[in-house]
């Protein structure tokens, strides 16, 4: 019995492994607006918002982000990423938030209920 299941393990524990690391885990980037808003002008006239909107939908088109909102003066993403370093480097890479036109604070986001918005 102890030599089928060290077999057993040795079949399994591979897959395991293997989808633990290619597993696509969820996190939450809030954004509030930064010190180089510009409260006088619209958003569509703030420097950088259109690069900011190009940025945020490509990556709507590369399905990393789930879902996004607003709520009060936050807007909100929940995105996948492999992990939160990936999760940082995708977000830091929009313009708007290096020229602080936006914040951004990054989360680890766990769902203990999926549904569905649909």
Known sequence: MKKALIFLSLLVFPFLNYSQ???DNYFVALYTLGDSWDSSKSPGEQTHFKEHSAHLSKLRSDSIIVIGARYSDTGMLILKS???????????????????LF???????QPFYRGSLE
């Open 103 to 109: 914040r951004v604070e990054i989360h680890p986001f």
């Open 21 to 23: 690391e290619n597993e």
């Open 82 to 100: 492999k992990n939160l370093a990936e999760a940082k480097s995708l977000l830091l890479e929009d313009i708007a938030v290096q020229n602080n």
